[in-house]
């Protein structure tokens, strides 16, 4: 049984905000299936008391001082932006017409 | 073509501190060699030809002004395009980041300039690190030099194809399950992952953030560690940077080099040093050993028998973490926007920018991530990956109580055939088969050339527990000391 269906991949597509093609699902689902097949191994382990290991290295919160430091200027913050407009990051719109208006 | 391309990073940097050689001279030379080989090797995307002439200029002037410079100053250096380098375009080998010239340098980059290499330019890699072949890079494949119809390795396989093809003396890689050991395995060459916080990420686009770590590549184990110990130490621009001072990594690699290793127990992997791996590389490796009892180093097998379940766990946490860290590429701060004709919504045109900008690979492990990290699914696969990770990190402490470090193949197989395993991604997958352990650990492992398979190089992997990055810096170098630096065939 495939551990994943063509619509199941559409659907993640969404979620991962690609617009993939009808062509492209056909190959992905093929492949993620084979894939999750593999990966799923990972439950033939027995792990229920084992705690997760999210990080190598012991994480607690590193605090610095608050003082200024030099950052990058509006101008190089905005340097690589598809499109400014008044420092500012320009984006497509966010709202429908029918609410925006 | 100069001798000089030939050299050491060590040779180098003692030729122009003697005043033998400028280097201007020297970067000049590695030029000429890229104008010469690279239209057949590809390993770079970047040329940075003026930045790096301009470099080499301000070290011979410093020097001639009587400044006292470190180690490297006026040595070459190639940089992997997943670091930002002020200025100069960086990639990721992706459409999505095409003609992005980001407006701040990375710690590593910062650090190689603060101790006066040259940064020759940008090298190819698989896009966004991800794959091992440097195939899945948006903008053509690198070349073997052994080879020209092989792959590289990857992701950093423009990295190391630069070392082999004697365009750079140094180069850096970024390992996330395996980046910059299976290419320096598959060239010929050295490759270091230094332990997880070891090297600062900051600047390093991010794949995997709990797995990336940004490493030393070069011809020889010695020449790494210089490296090494120049990008190495605490940044507190990275939160997860260990406050520790990098261990004594040149002094062991010299201490190495002496050929002498009484007194030190390494382990070998039972699980990777029988099936799934090719019987030349077995082979290769199985002389490697014989070679370090020779120097006097004592060897028993221990087993880890998590290992096996390593590559799957590891393909649901990296792909979970980069469903995440590639959310960031949405068309609206940097790199590629498609689609935006003033009537379509940003979330249409985000999706019709990511479809356009990503490449297959990518977006096959965005979605894979999406999956393990869905809820009903995040249990079974994210959630145990995560606790595989840690009987993998329990298997790793158990080795290190009875030996000083661990040794395997570096890759089950050697350069293969442009274009044999891009049809099937998982087969792509099994290249990291042996590398990606360690960097669910976090420890850190050396791939260092040990012979040939029909011709080809085979590398030997060195793997030590948390800082004790010197520890394999002085195996690796020992067994250098015997099997010697490997010479392609001229191209």
Request: with cysteine; charged share 20%.
């Amino acid at each position: 049984m495939a551990a994943i269906s063509r619509e199941e991949v559409a659907h993640l597509a969404r979620l991962s905000r690609l617009a993939v093609t009808e062509e492209e699902l056909d190959t992905f689902a093929g492949q993620l299936d084979v894939i999750l097949q593999a990966v799923a191994q990972v439950g033939e382990v027995a792990a229920a008391d084992i705690p997760p290991t999210s990080h190598s290295v012991p994480l607690t919160n590193v605090l610095r001082e608050d003082v200024v430091v030099p950052g990058l200027t509006p101008a190089e913050a905005l340097s690589g932006a598809p499109d400014a407009e008044e420092q500012r990051f320009r984006v497509p719109r966010i709202l429908d017409e029918d609410v925006a208006s | 073509m100069s001798e000089l391309i030939k050299k050491t990073a060590t040779e180098i940097a003692a030729l122009v501190a003697g005043g033998e050689t400028s280097a201007v001279e020297v970067t000049q030379a590695h030029l000429d060699r890229i104008a010469a080989v690279d239209d057949r090797v590809r390993a770079f995307l970047h040329v940075d030809t003026e930045g790096a002439l301009a470099a080499a200029r301000a070290v011979d002037e410093r020097r001639a002004a009587g400044e006292q410079l470190g180690p490297l100053a006026g040595v070459p250096v190639a940089v992997k395009d997943v670091l930002t380098t002020k200025g100069v375009p960086t990639t990721v080998g992706s459409k999505i980041l095409q003609g992005w010239r980001p407006p701040y340098d990375s710690t590593i980059v910062r650090r190689l300039r603060d101790a006066g290499t040259v940064m020759l330019g940008k090298t190819n890699m698989d896009e966004f690190a991800m794959g091992s072949s440097t195939e899945y890079s948006a903008y053509g494949a690198t070349h073997n030099p052994w080879d020209l119809g092989r792959i590289p390795g990857g992701s950093g396989g423009g990295s190391a194809a630069a070392l082999a093809a004697y365009e750079a003396p140094l180069a850096i890689g970024s390992d996330t399950g395996g980046s910059i050991r299976q290419p320096g395995a598959v060239t010929g060459t050295v490759g270091a992952k230094p332990t997880y916080g070891g090297t600062s990420r900051y600047g390093l686009v991010a794949f995997s953030s709990s797995l990336d770590t940004p490493g030393p590549c070069a011809r020889t184990v010695l020449d790494a560690a210089l490296l090494h110990q120049v990008i190495g130490g605490h940044d507190p621009r990275d939160s997860t940077s260990i406050p520790q001072p990098v261990p004594d990594v040149v002094a062991a690699a010299k201490r190495g080099a002496t050929g002498d290793l009484t007194g030190v127990k390494l382990g070998v992997v039972t699980e990777f040093s029988g099936e799934g791996a090719e019987p030349g590389v077995l082979a290769a490796f199985r002389d490697a050993v014989e070679a370090l009892t020779k120097l006097g180093a004592e060897i028993v097998e221990v087993s880890c028998p998590h290992f096996r379940y390593a590559l799957p766990a590891y393909y649901l946490i990296a792909p979970s973490e980069c469903s995440s860290n590639l959310a960031r590429f949405d068309g609206v701060r940097f790199g590629l926007r498609e689609g935006d004709d003033g009537n379509r919504s940003l979330e249409e045109v985000m999706s019709l920018t990511r479809d356009a900008g990503f490449g297959p690979e990518v977006k096959r492990r965005i979605m894979l991530g999406t999956y393990a990290l869905s809820s009903g699914y995040y249990d079974a696969y994210y959630g145990q990956a995560q606790k595989v990770r840690t009987l993998i990190t329990r298997d790793f402490t158990a080795a290190f109580e009875q030996v000083d470090a661990l040794i395997s193949p570096t890759t089950p197989f050697v350069a293969f055939e442009m274009g044999a395993r891009t049809s099937d991604p998982y087969q792509m997958y099994l290249a990291d088969l042996f590398t990606i352990p360690t960097n669910l650990y976090g420890g850190p492992g050396i791939s260092v050339p040990c012979g040939l398979a029909d011709g080809l190089p085979v590398g030997l992997q060195v793997m030590a527990p948390t800082m004790a990055d010197d520890r394999m810096y002085r195996v690796a170098a020992a067994l250098e000391s015997v099997v010697g630096t490997l010479t392609p065939p001229a191209l």
